[in-house]
């Protein structure tokens, strides 16, 4: 049976570009758009990638005065997350691990980053080619190592513990909300929907799914729905 939930947010599809006439800010998962873009595209090694990355980030940034990529934070210990990673290893062998580089190879794209160190290279590689790049784009991006910038913001430059990227672009939002930005998050994970829904302001809009699924929820339009449809319950 499908959630109420779900069906709530099937009614508010929006795919209108925000105006530039405020301020405005796109809050992306990064490895979620890594994996979105490995999942339909094969590389021959990480520059190839981080190319590709770039290129997509700047185009998803189109209209929007400044982008935020948050990265998960792969070295947070004795996590849940990280007890069920260390669970599906054993049930798999050891994933081999890289140090990325321009010139790492991609053999596979299904195992490749099966490994949590991968993941975290290449975490701090993306952000770097993010900010170093000639992208117009004016960039934020946050690692377990640090937060950069490649244009001057008010930005804490302090590193979260906070290990998920879900949680991350919630604490990002709730900033930017304060300062009077009107936020895109874009992430194809429900527990952001859900957290942005209880956290952030109304003037926050939720990106999900790919191609002609693709759908643009309204939180404002989504928290009257809900409780209208609470009321007739």
Do not use: W
């Amino acid at each position: 049976m499908m959630s109420t939930y779900v069906k709530l947010t099937r009614t508010t599809i929006n795919l209108q570009p925000r105006s530039c006439d405020g301020d405005t800010c796109l809050i992306i998962d990064g490895m979620g758009l890594v994996q979105e873009l490995m999942a339909v595209r094969t590389f021959k090694n990480c520059n190839e990638l981080g190319t590709a990355y770039v290129d997509l980030v700047q185009s998803k940034g189109h209209g929007y005065q400044q982008v935020r990529v948050i990265f998960d934070n792969y070295t947070v210990t004795d996590s849940m997350k990280k007890a069920t990673r260390e669970r599906r290893r054993s049930k798999t062998g050891r994933a081999k691990s890289y140090m990325i580089s321009h010139s790492t190879k991609i053999k596979d794209t299904k195992t490749f980053l099966d490994s949590i160190e991968t993941k975290d290279s290449l975490t701090v590689y993306l952000a770097n080619r993010l900010v170093k790049s000639d992208t117009t784009a004016r960039i934020v991006t946050a690692t377990r190592t640090c937060v950069l910038t490649n244009f001057e913001c008010n930005i804490s430059t302090e590193v979260s513990t906070q290990e998920e990227a879900d949680t991350l672009m919630i604490l990002h939002a709730e900033g930017l909300a304060r300062a009077g930005f009107s936020i895109t998050i874009y992430s194809q994970d429900t527990d952001v929907l859900l957290l942005a829904l209880r956290r952030v302001g109304d003037d926050t809009a939720i990106l999900m799914g790919t191609g002609e699924k693709r759908r643009k929820i309204m939180l404002n339009q989504s928290s009257t729905n809900l409780v209208h449809k609470r009321q007739r319950l």
